[in-house]
């Protein structure tokens, strides 16, 4: 059947099913460890070179945008991490890791958690169900190789999931995925209206640091707040966790917060958690084990 190009003319059945491909299941939040009021999961996306090279660019000037994220942007990162003992969740598309070995090891090695985030940071929906299949399957098996770990969490690059992405993570025994909105807090994922058993620690474009920092000429970006601003909307997050007792989950880049005068928003979260004194730093896998005990 065709359907109509204007929506109003859409038939119940196929908006529905549409609504129905991927949706939240139940919330998951299980009281933290420890008595903890919140759990902060960091993440850092390592997109590096194939930020430009994900969308068919290889532009020289670009290329070494990214590498400034590796060489610069991810010991700024771990130092920082460090002098707060505290461990985050690093996702790695494969050829990041395949450019640098190095990095990746460096991270685990450090106690960091290591998550799939494509191939070559490539759109989802631009492929066959059979080509994101096989993605996810050697981009898994790529990081494994390199770093001895075997992820287990999930993340589209771009956050771009086609029809088949979390059918194909589900089925591929991942514990979470990290791409989707849906809510706050941890749920588990439905497709179709049936439990996959996966689950959800929901991003959002304003526990972002690209969406306030990046500059970038295609498409269009322009920083849109200083560094004491995206620290204040962090914190801020990170405070209304406590307040509900659920869950805040940053995701930052390298290439973007990894600079002299930006890295200090790290800092700065982490100072106010551990002052805090009732935050659980975690990554997101054990955070996601941890959830997973309210599926049982």
């Known amino acids: 059947m065709t359907l109509p190009e204007n929506a109003y003319h859409w038939p119940e059945d196929h908006w ?3 609504v129905n491909k991927v949706r939240a299941g139940r919330r998951l939040m299980p009281p933290w460890p420890g008595g903890a009021k919140a759990a902060l ?18 532009a020289v000037g670009r290329l070494a945008w990214g590498e400034y994220g590796r060489r610069a942007g991810v010991p700024r990162i771990l130092n920082t991490l460090a002098r707060h003992n505290a461990k985050a969740s690093f996702f790695i598309p494969a050829v990041s890791a395949l450019i640098d070995p190095g990095e990746p090891r460096r991270i685990v090695a450090e106690g960091h958690e290591i998550g799939v985030h494509g191939w070559i940071h490539e759109v989802n929906g631009t492929l066959t169900p059979e080509e994101e299949a096989e993605s996810v399957a050697r981009s898994r098996d790529t990081l494994e190789e390199i770093t001895g770990q075997r992820p287990v969490g999930h993340r589209a690059a771009h956050w771009d999931l086609s029809d088949d992405t979390i059918r194909l993570v589900a089925e591929a025994g991942f514990l979470y995925d990290s791409s989707m909105m849906a809510d706050d807090s941890p749920y588990e994922l439905l497709t179709d209206g049936n439990p996959t058993g996966l689950i959800e620690l929901p991003v959002d474009w304003i526990r972002d640091d690209a969406v306030y920092l990046l ?9 849109t707040l200083s560094a004491n601003d995206v620290a204040q909307v962090f914190l801020d997050e990170l405070d ?4 509900e007792g659920g869950l805040c989950q940053l995701v930052m880049h390298p290439f973007v917060i990894g600079y002299r005068s930006r890295i200090a928003i790290l800092d700065k979260v982490l100072s ?3 002052a805090s004194g009732d935050v659980w730093i975690a990554t997101h896998a054990e955070i996601a084990r941890h959830c997973a005990k309210a599926l049982t």
Do not use: I, V
């Open 215 to 223: 500059y970038n000429r295609t498409p269009p970006t322009r920083p």
């Open 240 to 243: 209304g966790a406590r307040a």
């Open 41 to 58: 999961a960091l993440s850092f996306d390592c997109d590096h070179e194939t930020f430009e090279m994900g969308g068919g660019r290889s």
């Open 16 to 18: 529905r099913a549409r």
């Open 272 to 274: 106010h958690a551990r």
